[in-house]
Antibody, heavy 116, light 107 residues
Framework: EVQLVESGGGLVKPGSSLKLSCVAS????????MHWIRQAPKKGLEWIAL????????YYADSVKGRFTISRDNSKNTLYLEMNSLRSEDTAMYYC?????????WGQGVMVTVSS | DIQMTQSPSFLSASVGDRVTINCKAS??????LDWYQQKLGEAPKLLIY???SLHTAIPSRFSGSGSGTDFTLTISSLQPEDVATYFC?????????FGSGTKLEIK
């Protein structure tokens, strides 16, 4: 059974940092690109970052470019999202996902709240 | 970055109705457009990939069409379990984007 389990969320103050993790199981993690997608409360989905299977390429949404860093450790089947200079508008549920045409998997999400 | 304009943002229809949701890309995205369904409190679920391919175990009442910049999701006969929010998603380029969503309810 495929599982993606996010962790590391919580309540933080504006300007602070947080690092999310996503542990994958049930598929060959090291063979696939992985994504972070977020959803602000009662809002739509926002794609925020992609990392290739071998970390050779990384892409970011303009809203997080320069503040967020996506990374992975294939030896640990783990995807990361390091978030710096957090703002109130970063408050959202953060999902890690393996998007694909046949195999398409999402985690249950982890909540990040940025508030003073 | 490519912008996705999705319409309508809200849709109310009766059981058995044919329903269409549209997405327009700000530039050519070829066939690289997917549709997701998100029910309340759940992670999104892939319905249609690459414009018109039905994902595994998705009912055949769902279909997709389009090319280039204009795309459509059609539900041929609306069922009560289709109440959800629907999102289009372009993956033509490295920086990817979702549409703003269409909330579908039963009249």
């Amino acid at each position: 059974e495929v599982q993606l389990v996010e962790s590391g969320g919580g309540l933080v103050k504006p300007g602070s940092s947080l690092k999310l993790s996503c542990v994958a199981s049930g598929f060959t993690f090291s063979s696939y690109g992985m994504h972070w997608i977020r959803q602000a409360p009662k809002k739509g989905l926002e794609w925020i970052a992609l990392i290739y299977y071998d970390s050779s390429n990384k892409y970011y949404a303009d809203s997080v470019k320069g503040r967020f860093t996506i990374s992975r450790d294939n030896s640990k089947n783990t995807l990361y999202l390091e978030m710096n200079s957090l703002r109130s508008e970063d408050t959202a549920m953060y999902y890690c996902a393996k998007l694909g045409t046949v195999a398409n998997y999402w985690g249950q999400g982890v909540m990040v709240t940025v508030s003073s | 970055d490519i912008q996705m304009t999705q319409s309508p943002s809200f849709l109310s229809a009766s059981v058995g109705d044919r329903v269409t949701i549209n997405c327009k890309a700000s530039q050519n995205i070829n066939k690289y457009l997917d549709w997701y369904q998100q029910k309340l409190g759940e992670a999104p679920k892939l319905l249609i990939y690459n414009t018109n391919s039905l994902h595994t175990a998705i009912p055949s009442r769902f279909s997709g069409s389009g090319s280039g910049t204009d795309f459509t999701l059609t539900i041929s006969s609306l069922q009560p379990e289709d109440v959800a929010t629907y999102f289009c998603f372009q993956h033509n380029s490295g920086s990817l984007t979702f549409g703003s969503g269409t909330k579908l309810e039963i009249k």
